[in-house]
């Protein structure tokens, strides 16, 4: 009976797939699609100390945590479009993001970066000295709750901050999530990374 009803479900989830990509009109088909647009699109417009950092990080045994410069560039139009200036970022790693952050932000613009592996984050950190961007970071060692608690001790940081970007352990993100609301200002913007978790939040 149990095989019965495992083979039906395997079928159907057989047959769901079929329907799913038989209507997928998603843009990137293919890994080669999606190499042609980084070539095309992305890596011409990426910095060369952005280039630089994430050669770096591609030798890391963890590379596959670093921010994609699609996304970078992404995020680089978010804080853009809203002009920001006060920003938080939780979860730095070696620190592509951080780097972008600082190279868009204006020069008085500051970032709260918030990383429990400051070893991760001082493999980036002469490239980030190389761009002249070091002045606008705040580097923070330490679990990321209880920096955000502090910070919203202070009545000023409440509303105070313009984006945040959010990259770390996936469990605590609504955690996260309750703080920001409180730290980043209406017309903020608040961007997450990989919420969709490699397609894990599909799986019954």
């Known amino acids: 009976m149990?095989?019965?009803i495992v083979r039906n479900n395997?079928?159907?989830?057989?047959?769901?797939?079929?329907?799913?990509?038989?209507?997928?009109?998603?843009?990137?088909?293919?890994?080669?699609?999606?190499?042609y647009v980084l070539e095309t699109n992305v890596y011409p417009r990426e910095p060369e100390l952005l280039k630089e950092l994430r050669d770096m990080t591609a030798t890391h045994p963890r590379a596959i945590m670093a921010t994609a410069p699609d996304a970078g560039q992404l995020?680089?139009?978010?804080?853009k479009l809203i002009?920001?200036?006060?920003?938080?970022?939780?979860g730095v790693f070696t620190g592509y993001s951080l780097l972008l952050t600082a190279l868009t932000i204006p020069e008085d613009g500051k970032i709260v970066a918030i990383d429990m592996n400051r070893?991760?984050?001082?493999?980036?950190?002469?490239?980030?000295?190389?761009?002249g961007v070091e002045n606008k970071i705040e580097f923070i060692e330490s679990e990321?709750?209880?920096v955000l608690d502090q910070l919203l001790e202070d009545p000023g940081n409440e509303n105070g901050f313009d984006f945040a970007f959010i990259d770390a352990d996936?469990?605590?993100?609504?955690?996260?999530?309750?703080?920001?609301?409180?730290?980043?200002?209406?017309?903020?913007?608040?961007v997450y990374d990989n919420t969709l978790w490699a397609g894990s939040v599909a799986m019954p």
């Open 2 to 4: 149990k095989q019965v």
């Open 83 to 90: 002009n920001a200036k006060r920003t938080i970022e939780v």
């Open 144 to 146: 990321a709750l209880p």
């Open 119 to 131: 070893e991760a984050y001082e493999i980036g950190l002469p490239v980030i000295r190389k761009a």
């Open 170 to 190: 996936k469990i605590n993100y609504w955690k996260y999530h309750e703080r920001l609301m409180k730290l980043v200002k209406v017309g903020g913007i608040v």
């Open 75 to 79: 995020i680089a139009m978010l804080l």
């Open 10 to 35: 395997l079928r159907g989830v057989d047959n769901e797939k079929k329907r799913s990509a038989s209507f997928s009109k998603g843009l990137l088909q293919s890994g080669e699609l999606y190499q």
